[in-house]
């Protein structure tokens, strides 16, 4: 009976876990993103925030098709995913030692014995024989347990599960990073293409214009300057085209890169413009939301998780521990005789370690992870203050992106009736040739910047999603289940 209310009382123990227990950070009270007195833009609609296939919204089958070859093919993702799997493979691994451990043994030993060595030599009648043999067989195993009376095996599965989370959506914000690197090099490279086919239609004009002086020349109304001025336009406009190309070429690398492919394999036929909707309307998440979905807030989240329970593990060290456990062996000198009763073993143990002098270090190991604790809390503070500075920034810059893009439209207007007015004025004969080159240089530069204006705009709506869209948890295998044995 005292041996049973020992157990019993040792068992009640192990229901107790030191440290303190993790809370989830309360979600902030703010509504908005932006400060009072700054215009939220035009379909904005704030909510629950952006789908998990976001990249959707830009109506391109292509564009879909791609961003999905990307997740399944890019080798960072899979570096990504081999790791989150390590991790929970670390969780379980941790989590094992909380149960029983059995072990099993076999051995077969073959000795001479030395008895020179224990003085029988010369004519002692035991060693006139000389050196004997002996054979033994030996099966047995064993089972151990340890107690965990202050939760100190608990509290390292619990860090080890909120490590994993911690993996998993650093793996989900890497899904999600491919996916608008995707989204952003398609956008480059369809502002690429129209860059290039302003600076063509611009060359074609440059060449109408050294037809045209020629001519004029030819006629006896031109002269050599104007006809040497259309020539060195030309000549600087066709020098853009090169530097254009080589842009586009090492675009559409990256975006091999990105896909898992070489570049030779990737299709020769670009996304353009004309192919992209830009979204009506944006669903972003509210920051209540936020906090709850964007993965790099979770995983500053699941980081404060794991060094809470650092501080429990800490903790327990300091206190005693206690393992039970048995053995049973069977040896005998003969195979034939391992099943017999006469060569049977066993042992019944409890063991007992409790700290008593260790210099300060299990003290100190504690209050530095207190410190740790500490900082992850602060890290995650910032983590949520950068996340909602970075949405409130790209709110004003698709604002004023609609304002640009407005401005620009009117400007390549303008320019586009000053050019055609301007050529007809020269090819009557009322003003030179500079005229029409300035007019175009004017015509040119509104048509580029309307090209970056707009390629700015679709570039911001795909961050915004970006900014404020969930992790992926489609056929990667990335799930909830480590967030949930975490919590």
């Not at 670390?90 to 043994?105: C, F, K, M, S, W």
């Not at 530069?445 to 679709?458: I, M, P, W, Y």
């Not at 961050?463 to 289940?481: C, E, F, Q």
Request: with cysteine.
């Amino acid at each position: 009976m005292k041996r049973f209310a020992t157990l019993a009382f040792a068992t009640a123990l192990a229901g107790c876990t030191v440290g303190p227990n993790f809370t989830r950070p309360q979600a902030p009270a703010a509504t908005a993103y932006q400060s009072p007195g700054e215009t939220t833009p035009a379909g904005i609609a704030l909510g629950e925030g952006p789908q998990l296939r976001w990249w959707s919204a830009f109506g391109s089958p292509q564009l879909d098709a791609l961003v999905d070859q990307a997740i399944a093919n890019n080798r960072s993702l899979a570096a990504s995913n081999a790791t989150l799997a390590a991790s929970r493979d670390e969780v379980r691994a941790i989590a094992g030692r909380r149960l029983p451990q059995v072990d099993a043994n076999a051995r077969a030993d073959q000795q001479q014995v030395n008895l020179a060595g224990f003085g029988l030599s010369g004519n002692n009648p035991l060693a006139a024989a000389g050196n004997p043999e002996f054979h033994l067989y030996t099966v047995g195993g064993g089972v151990s347990y340890d107690l965990d009376l202050f939760g100190g095996l608990k509290r390292s599965v619990e860090q080890s599960a909120a490590q994993a989370e911690a993996q998993q959506r650093q793996t989900e914000a890497a899904h999600l990073t491919i996916a608008g690197q995707v989204v952003n090099q398609v956008l480059t490279i369809a502002a690429l293409h129209a860059q290039i086919d302003t600076a063509s239609a611009l060359l074609a004009d440059d060449q109408r214009n050294v037809d045209l002086t020629e001519k004029r020349r030819a006629g006896g109304e031109g002269t050599l300057v104007e006809v040497l001025n259309a020539q060195s336009q030309y000549a600087a406009d066709r020098g853009d085209l090169p530097q254009l190309d080589q842009q586009l070429a090492e675009a559409r690398h990256l975006l091999a890169t990105l896909l898992g492919i070489t570049p030779a394999a990737l299709p020769a036929n670009d996304i353009a413009f004309a192919q992209l909707t830009l979204p009506a309307q944006v669903p972003v998440a509210l920051p209540s939301s936020l906090v709850h979905r964007r993965p790099d807030i979770l995983q500053a989240e699941a980081e404060l998780h794991a060094a809470t329970a650092a501080v429990g593990v800490a903790t327990a060290r300091l206190y005693p521990d206690i393992t039970l456990g048995a053995t049973l062996t069977q040896g005998a000198p003969a195979v034939g005789d391992l099943v017999k009763n006469a060569f049977r073993g066993y042992d019944l143990f409890a063991g007992l370690t409790a700290p008593i002098f260790h210099g300060g270090t299990l003290k100190a190991e504690r209050a530095a992870a207190i410190n740790r604790a500490r900082a992850s809390q602060a890290s995650y503070e910032q983590t949520v203050l950068v996340a909602f500075s970075q949405v409130a920034d790209l709110l004003s810059a698709i604002h004023n992106d609609a304002r640009s893009v407005a401005d620009q439209r009117s400007s390549v207007q303008v320019a586009e009736r000053s050019r055609h007015l301007s050529r007809r004025s020269f090819q009557v004969g009322n003003s030179g040739v500079l005229q029409v080159l300035e007019s175009e240089r004017l015509y040119q530069r509104a048509s580029n910047g309307l090209v970056v204006a707009r390629t700015r705009q679709f570039l911001n709506v795909a961050r915004l999603y970006v900014a404020t869209a969930g992790g992926w948890t489609g056929a990667s295998g990335i799930g909830s289940s480590t967030a949930q044995t975490s919590r």
